[in-house]
């Protein structure tokens, strides 16, 4: 017996369109089938001007994020037979739309770029830096992060304050702070402490629950925290041992 299920699509082209719309499309759906697929076959053979981003289909690069069924999820990773019911697909909040199911990420990644995501050294090694499991331990969190953006699109204060950092880069931040062949930690948590830093995260742990990578930014957040304190009390800048 074939089966259909109902998709509520997100739409909206800035350049011609006044107000957003939901679209519905009758999708014949299989055993196993993703959202990504779905939204293929939505593409291929109902409408052709859908827009929707992606890239590696394997949950790795994170381009295919979106709002579904009222949680950030990855398309490629979410099966359409464990949704109930109809499936509303969004696209990230809190980021401009450039067109559907598709958003702006330019500002995301220079929030990105703005805190150096990448070792920083006093001078030129002697010889190469190399670290303990127990210290490689310790970034594996920032490491595994795939900027999807879930994070941001899911936090409040994303939207209520346009130069807060957000999760995702202040956990990118954290990642180099607790990296013990980081030279300017002091710098680190100079970034952390600025505008846009750790203390407007107000710890809704909304980050936590949308990370398709089951990663924790609130406690990189708290690990910058502590850093700070840490600084004020004591003037160290040091990551955590």
């Keep these: 017996m074939t089966e259909f299920t109902t998709f509520k699509i997100f739409r909206f082209d800035p350049a011609t369109d006044k107000a957003p719309r939901f679209d519905t499309f009758q999708v014949r759906t299989r055993p196993g089938q993703n959202v990504l697929e779905a939204l293929f076959e939505i593409l291929e ?4 001007s859908l827009a929707f981003r992606y890239s590696c289909r394997g949950a790795i690069c994170g381009s295919c994020a979106l709002h579904i069924n009222g949680k950030y999820r990855l398309a490629c990773q979410t099966l359409v037979q464990d949704l109930r019911g109809e499936l509303v697909i969004q696209p990230l909040q809190h980021l401009p739309i450039i067109k559907d199911l598709v958003v702006d990420m330019e500002g995301f990644m220079e929030k990105f770029a703005s805190i150096k995501p990448y070792l920083q050294a006093l001078q030129e090694p002697e010889k190469e830096r190399l ?9 594996d969190e920032g490491v595994s992060c795939i900027l999807c953006a879930c994070c941001q699109a899911s936090c409040p204060m994303t939207l209520t304050h346009e130069g807060y950092l957000g999760p995702a880069i202040l ?15 002091a710098t680190r948590l100079d970034t952390a402490a600025g505008e846009g830093g750790v203390w407007r995260c107000h710890t809704v742990f909304n980050c936590v629950a949308v990370c398709p990578k089951e990663l924790h930014p609130a406690e990189a957040i708290s690990h910058l925290k502590q850093g700070l304190v840490a600084r004020k009390l004591f003037g160290k800048s040091k990551g955590h041992k």
């Design 171 to 185: 956990l990118q931040l954290d990642r180099f702070f607790q990296d013990s062949r980081e030279a300017e930690k």
């Design 45 to 48: 053979f109902q409408d052709s």
């Design 131 to 139: 670290q303990s499991p127990q210290e490689r331990e310790r970034v």
